[in-house]
């Protein structure tokens, strides 16, 4: 789902991020210990080698993820995935998955939702897939009412990108209007079809699975086709491969940047060790605290709120995400800033990443 998302504006040392968590404690929160458990989340971690990965060893991981990343990027997109599945072949099994994206440019011009929109081909043990995401100029939580006078443009312009991309694909699928909300339905109701990351007017992504490893491969190229001639950034994502099989994938294009994403279980007070493990392009996440905001606002909205620590080269953050904001937009930030004694702002997470 597309939270709502604010953070520090200025580096923190972790003493200074830590002692977050001292502050909510005073008023009557929650936060972890620094001595506790938590799941680390890592992202964007920059390596020459898969075996680079063993500067984790120190600590347990899971969804280990290698990410080939292609900037500026001119190929022929049914040559990438096609020379992917070849490899994918050979090495799959119950627990590989591979998926490659390409941005996609939505026909009509609109208002509310980007032109450029985000394709991915994926291929599991026993089947592909193809899932379609949007982007939003803004994020409207499911509960907040400050989009309804434009809920009709946003409905309209929604059905379209997707009937866009479902046109383009060939999928069955039908798009609809019910309840004030954009409808997505298979014809066949059996077969796998999934929708998320919903915003207050339907949702965002679909995605759509077949059984025949072949059936998308032309489609989606014809998808991607829309975004030329402009360059684009592709990336490969590889889940549950070995190193052998990780040397063919970065045979295809070997001038593919290499990044990982995974998540570490750790305690909360050994994240610096971490950031010294990945820099200096990665990125983490942690949950500090997670609460309700009414018992904070008992006046207010009630919203789900997450604190988490972020570490990147500058150092340490706080950011905080809400699935709606329980008060006006003009008294957010102000409210943030005392909560947790640091200027904050508003900074929506990257749709396609």
Same mark, same amino acid.
């Given at each position: 789902? @597309?939270? @709502? #998302?604010w953070?520090? +504006?200025?580096?923190?040392t972790f003493?200074q991020?830590?002692a977050v ?5 005073? /008023?009557?929160?929650k936060?972890t210990?620094p001595?506790?458990?938590? $799941? ?6 920059t390596?020459d080698?898969?075996d680079d990965?063993?500067?984790?060893d120190p600590?347990a991981?899971?969804?280990? +993820? !290698?990410?080939q ?8 997109f ?6 992917y599945?070849t ?6 099994n119950v627990g590989?998955?591979c ?9 009509d011009?609109?208002? !509310?939702?980007?032109q ?6 994926g291929? #599991?043990?026993?089947h592909?897939f193809i899932r379609?995401?949007?982007q ?10 400050r989009g309804d006078?434009?809920r ?5 312009? #929604? @059905?379209?990108?997707f009937l866009?991309?479902?046109t383009?694909?060939?999928?069955p699928?039908? *798009?609809g /209007?019910?309840?004030?909300?954009? +409808?997505?339905t298979?014809h066949d ?7 998320s990351?919903?915003?207050?007017f339907g949702p ?7 059984s025949? =490893?072949y059936?998308?491969?032309v ?6 086709d829309?975004?030329a001639?402009?360059p684009?950034?592709v990336?490969a994502?590889? *889940? ?8 063919e994938?970065?045979? $295809?294009e070997? =001038?593919?940047? !290499?990044?990982y994403?995974?998540?570490?279980h ?5 994240l610096?060790?971490?950031?010294d493990?990945i820099r200096?392009?990665? @990125?983490l996440? =942690?949950?500090l605290?997670?609460?309700? *905001? ?10 789900s709120?997450i $604190?988490?620590?972020v ?12 699935n709606k904001a329980?008060?006006?937009e ?6 943030l800033?005392?909560?947790i004694?640091?200027?904050?702002v508003?900074a ?5 990443v």
């Amino acid at each position: 789902m @597309r939270e @709502r #998302r604010w953070e520090t +504006t200025a580096p923190l040392t972790f003493s200074q991020a830590l002692a977050v968590g001292d502050r909510l404690l005073a /008023i009557g929160l929650k936060p972890t210990a620094p001595a506790n458990d938590v $799941i680390c989340y890592v992202e964007e971690w920059t390596v020459d080698a898969p075996d680079d990965f063993d500067q984790l060893d120190p600590w347990a991981t899971e969804d280990v +993820t !290698l990410v080939q990343i292609r900037e500026k990027w001119r190929g022929d997109f049914f040559l990438l995935a096609g020379a992917y599945h070849t490899v994918y072949q050979r090495y799959q099994n119950v627990g590989t998955y591979c998926s490659i994206s390409h941005p996609w440019r939505i026909r009509d011009r609109l208002a !509310l939702h980007e032109q450029k929109a985000m394709l991915w081909l994926g291929f #599991r043990h026993t089947h592909s897939f193809i899932r379609i995401r949007l982007q939003t100029g803004e994020v409207i939580a499911p509960g907040e009412t400050r989009g309804d006078s434009r809920r009709v443009q946003w409905l309209d312009e #929604r @059905r379209a990108a997707f009937l866009d991309a479902i046109t383009a694909l060939e999928l069955p699928v039908d *798009t609809g /209007i019910e309840k004030e909300a954009v +409808t997505l339905t298979p014809h066949d109701p059996s077969n796998p079809f999934f929708c998320s990351w919903p915003d207050a007017f339907g949702p965002c992504q679909f995605e759509y699975n077949t059984s025949d =490893a072949y059936e998308f491969l032309v489609p989606a190229s014809q998808l991607a086709d829309t975004y030329a001639p402009e360059p684009a950034g592709v990336r490969a994502y590889l *889940t549950g491969f070995s190193e052998e099989a990780l040397a063919e994938f970065q045979a $295809i294009e070997p =001038a593919a940047r !290499l990044a990982y994403r995974c998540s570490v279980h750790c305690p909360l007070d050994e994240l610096p060790e971490i950031l010294d493990a990945i820099r200096p392009d990665g @990125r983490l996440y =942690a949950t500090l605290c997670e609460f309700h *905001t009414q018992d904070l606002l008992p006046e207010g909205d009630d919203a789900s709120a997450i $604190i988490g620590l972020v570490g990147s080269h500058t150092g340490f953050g706080i950011e905080i995400r809400l699935n709606k904001a329980p008060l006006n937009e003009d008294a957010m930030a102000a409210w943030l800033e005392r909560l947790i004694g640091y200027p904050v702002v508003y900074a929506p997470l990257p749709a396609f990443v």
